[in-house]
């Protein structure tokens, strides 16, 4: 079996020139789930927008493969084309983008760019009232401009949705857990864990164990100093839990 | 070109604390000296084309050592004056079909071709009760009445205008529609005032139009403004707008000149108590566009909305001068302008509020957003608040900036390709103004080109 996503040697820094990722390794196989853990700082975040493709991140030297594919090479947009999608820590407000038309503009960029049919309006919206239902969002909300007037927990069931609506093979959650009540927490794992399937894999950003009772990971790393420097399976989020980070960070260092 | 006897006499002298005419300006004034006994008018009309040219003389092309005209200097943008174009301009038989904005829309269209109105080609039947449409030559010429009072008298009487480009325009303006719609009375068709210019040679036009909405009156106007790309015409146009008591109005402007082409336009608003007007400019095509508008507001509670959206790319310069008149208590006034710019684009928008001493409770908001999409566009604004009453609200606020970096990575991520992503921001911007266009085919045609203005861009 091929991997689905492949990091060799990863290096990369900020713009200002500070060192983020520092040397990382990490394979991910079609179906699995892995989580990423890590004191604050560490350099996560850094991880998911390196593999998306923002701007004001430079790849010093390694290499990203995805789908065998040269991931680093691909524009953001030809990235999520791939299968790759972000969950947003801070899911960013459009004022005077209706959230319908950009969930139709996504998906339609998606499958153009694949070379597929395109989804029509109201085969678009059927899908969309299914998947708000889901996720327990109110439909009102689907006609504001994206994220504009939404809470914190529904901007992050609204990421959820847009997950689901791309189905994407790797789906990237950043710190998806931050700001989630227990049932939010709850709705948000259902949907997560309603896509898993022997093709589509999750690497799971987070520092706090709760979300990894619902979405219970394959693989757990942890991340400190810009590295993986340690991997378990599911257990070793609890043992977290218990001791912390502190340990692993002696270890990078 | 023969002089007629009383001609002012031009001089290659400058006058005293006046810098030497321009080739412009020598040729305006020969020019006017050659043609004014040809214009239409009676006797006393023509003495006004000539205290109005007088005017334009005395002062020559504005520059930016005029305060109204600081970033819009005529004089050195404008160095030569385009022969007048020959009237009558060689008439098409067919309605250009492609001009104007309302292709889809159902309404009025009325064709100002190369200058000239053509009531051949325009939509004169079945008028709808209350609705007069003239030709502006011929009321000048059989000193036609609308409303009972005289066209040459109304036109230049809306209120006292003493800019300089206006006066150049009484001056020579001979073509252009007289609209009248009575008391009362309500259009249900839009009125679509379509200008359009074929020729291939640079040519200079002078367009004048009025538009009467009497008491209670209700009409929905459309004005385009459209020629050919690569030709260096001039247009000189003004519009005289006079709403009555208790009268609504909208307008949408489009400026879609050719790339070479210039373009100054006045517009004299008269607003009476309790009238609505909504007004918005949509500013796409011309290489120099003036696009200058003086609002009075007279009579109490009136809500006045003026909106604008420039769009521009290369070298183009844009100017959107507004000027609003609180003269009576109660009144609203809205101001919601939003510029995109490109390449080497600069856009200009000044706005001047004044409350007069007698307008209290004048409730007054002005609003200019600027949107850079390159290091060397530029965008220039000057609000001004002239406040006499002091039991009012005004305010105003500007911003100018780049597309949202961080939004633009959002939109990415998700799979959509950078120029298609621009483009989404882009219309969400120009949005703001376009969403709040009352009519629905209006609104459309707007997003309409906003999205082909993108589509070039890309």
């Known amino acids: 079996m091929s991997p689905l996503l492949e990091v060799r040697d990863l290096h990369a820094r900020i713009e200002d020139g500070r060192k983020i990722i520092e040397g990382m390794n990490l394979v991910i196989n079609p179906g699995e789930v892995h989580a990423i853990m890590g004191p604050n700082g560490a350099g996560k975040s850094t991880l998911s927008y390196v593999l998306s493709g923002k701007p004001g991140y430079e790849v010093t030297s390694g290499q990203v493969l995805f789908h065998g594919k040269d991931l680093l090479e691909m524009e953001p947009d030809e990235r999520a084309a791939a299968g790759l999608f972000l969950a947003f820590q801070y899911p960013l407000e459009i004022p005077g983008v209706p959230t319908m038309s950009f969930l139709h503009t996504a998906v339609n960029a998606q499958r153009k760019t694949r070379g597929e049919p395109e989804m029509t309006a109201p085969e678009l919206l059927r899908k969309v009232r299914a998947l708000a239902k889901v996720l327990e969002i109110d439909a009102d909300m689907l006609k504001r401009p994206v994220n504009v007037g939404f809470s914190g927990g529904e901007k992050k069931r609204n990421e959820v949705l847009q997950m689901m609506l791309l189905e994407p093979s790797l789906a990237i959650l950043d710190e998806a857990d931050s700001g989630l009540d227990i049932d939010a927490l709850k709705i948000v794992a259902n949907g997560v864990n309603s896509l898993r399937s022997p093709e589509r894999s999750n690497l799971i950003i987070t520092h706090y164990p709760r979300l990894l009772e619902y979405i219970v990971p394959d693989v757990v790393h942890v991340f400190a100093n810009g590295r993986i420097v340690h991997s378990g399976d599911a257990n070793l989020a609890r043992e977290l839990e218990a001791t912390g980070y502190a340990k692993y960070q002696g270890e990078a260092a | 070109m023969t002089m007629a006897a009383e001609a002012r006499p031009i001089s290659a002298q400058p006058a005293r604390g006046q810098p030497a005419r321009t080739a412009a300006e020598t040729a305006f004034a020969t020019t006017f000296a050659a043609v004014k006994a040809e214009l239409p008018g009676s006797a006393t009309f023509a003495a006004r084309r000539e205290e109005a040219f007088g005017r334009f003389a005395d002062a020559g092309l504005p520059h930016r050592r005029v305060e109204e005209w600081r970033y819009t200097d005529l004089r050195r943008l404008m160095r030569e004056m385009a022969p007048l174009a020959a009237t009558p301009a060689t008439q098409l038989e067919k309605a250009p ?49 609308v409303g009972g009072v005289a066209v040459s008298k109304r036109l230049g009487e809306t209120f006292p205008c003493t800019d300089v480009m206006f006066a150049l325009n009484a001056a020579f303006a ?36 009025l538009v009467v909405l009497e008491k209670g009156a209700k009409a929905n106007l459309v004005e385009s403004h459209e020629g050919p790309d690569g030709v260096a015409y001039q247009v000189h146009t003004a519009l005289e707008l006079v709403v009555g008591e208790g009268a609504q109005l909208d307008r949408v402007k489009l400026t879609r000149e050719g790339d070479a082409a210039l373009h100054i336009s006045t517009v004299l608003l008269d607003i009476a108590a309790s009238a609505l007007v909504r007004t918005a400019g949509f500013m796409l095509g011309g290489a120099i566009v003036r696009n200058q508008t003086f609002a009075q507001l007279t009579g109490k509670e009136i809500h006045a909305v003026f909106g604008g959206v420039s769009l521009l790319g290369n070298r183009q ?55 850079l999409l390159s290091d060397t566009a530029e965008a220039d604004n000057k609000p001004e608040l002239e406040i006499f009453a002091d039991d009012v609200q005004c305010a105003h606020g500007c911003t100018t900036g780049n597309l949202d970096e961080q939004v633009k990575f959002y939109l990415m991520a998700r799979g959509i390709p950078e120029k298609e992503a621009e483009a989404l921001l882009i219309q969400a911007f120009v949005g703001e103004v376009v969403d709040a266009i009352e009519l629905e085919g209006v609104r459309e045609a707007l997003i309409g080109a906003t999205r082909s203005w993108l589509k070039e861009r890309a």
């Open chain 2, 97 to 145: 079909e492609a001009a104007g904005l309302l292709a889809a829309v159902e309404c009025r269209k009325l064709y100002v071709v190369d200058g000239v109105f053509a009531p051949h080609l325009s939509d004169l039947a079945d008028l709808e009760a209350g609705l007069t449409i003239l030709s502006l030559a011929d009321a000048l010429r059989d000193d036609a009445h």
């Open chain 2, 174 to 209: 001979a073509e252009g529609v007289v609209v009248h719609v009575a008391e009362g009375a309500e259009l249900a068709r839009p009125l679509e005032l379509i200008h359009v210019n074929t020729g291939t040679e640079p040519v200079s036009m002078f367009t004048r139009s």
């Open chain 2, 317 to 371: 310069h844009a100017d959107t001068s507004l000027a609003v008149e609180h003269l009576a208590p109660g009144c609203e006034s809205r101001e919601n302008f939003r510029a995109v710019l490109d390449d080497h684009a600069r856009d200009v928008f000044q706005g001047r509020i004044a409350v007069r001493r007698e307008a209290q409770q004048t409730d007054a908001r002005m609003m200019t957003r600027a949107l």
